[in-house]
């Protein structure tokens, strides 16, 4: 008779203890439990912010007989490109790639040569950015790449999403706290989940008369934290 009653006071400790263990592991995944268990959410945020610079690359490609010729040829148009964008507002001109080969006949003999040269630029006004890739073509250049848009505070911006992330953590853990009937206490870990740039369109930029019609776009620094709030 001794023997039962111990068997039964030991399987009911085993299932307090089953219990007790369910309840802890709900309360580390955000549901309200115990003295001592926690909530954890994940809060997202995201700041705005049109691109102050643009980045443009422009090339210039040119055939002749022979590869002095070629070369030479080209070397002329893109020096009076570089000159066009520069004099148009363009600035830290670069040279990207310089390129010579040549071109074949379906029988395999040389048929010409090709020479090309690729450089970037920098237009931090929008607006300005049609103009110089007009100024671009009307010198000379036969490619035109881009435009690539950056914002030149963007860490600053990822830590202000940071900020937002985290308060949009706290609502939510506040709102789960109450419907739970618990209090929400302080926060116990903070993991950054990062983020990074997402761009969507925007006003048109304020070209000059029939400019190129370029689109800024705005870059949103998007950010994630996964935060836990211990509660009582």
């Not at 010579?100 to 300005?128: C, F, H, M, W």
């Not at 250049?141 to 937002?164: F, H, I």
């Amino acid at each position: 008779m001794k023997r039962s009653r111990i068997a039964a006071v030991a399987a009911t400790a085993l299932v307090l203890a089953a219990v007790t263990a369910a309840f802890a592991t709900q309360g580390a995944q955000g549901v309200a439990g115990e003295e001592g268990s926690s909530i954890v959410v994940q809060g997202s945020a995201s700041v705005s912010a049109v691109p102050d610079k643009l980045q443009l690359s422009f090339g210039v490609e040119s055939q002749a007989s022979t590869a002095k010729a070629a070369l030479a040829a080209n070397s002329a148009e893109m020096r009076k490109v570089i000159a066009a964008i520069k004099a148009a507002g363009a600035t830290d001109v670069k040279t990207l790639s310089v390129s010579l080969s040549p071109r074949y006949r379906e029988g395999g003999d040389i048929q010409s040569y090709a020479a090309s040269n690729t450089v970037s630029a920098t237009v931090t006004t929008a607006g300005k950015a049609g103009t110089v890739i007009d100024e671009a073509v009307e010198a000379g250049a036969n490619q035109v790449y881009g435009p690539s848009g950056s914002v030149t505070a963007q860490a600053a911006l990822y830590r202000q999403a940071l900020k937002s992330a985290v308060a949009e953590a706290r609502a939510s853990a506040q709102a789960l706290a109450e419907a739970a009937g618990v209090t929400l206490g302080r926060v116990t870990n903070v993991v950054e989940s990062g983020g990074g740039p997402v761009y969507a369109l925007a006003e048109r930029s304020k070209a000059a008369g029939d400019a190129t019609p370029i689109e800024p776009g705005t870059q949103d620094v998007s950010a994630t934290v996964t935060v836990t709030f211990a509660i009582g």
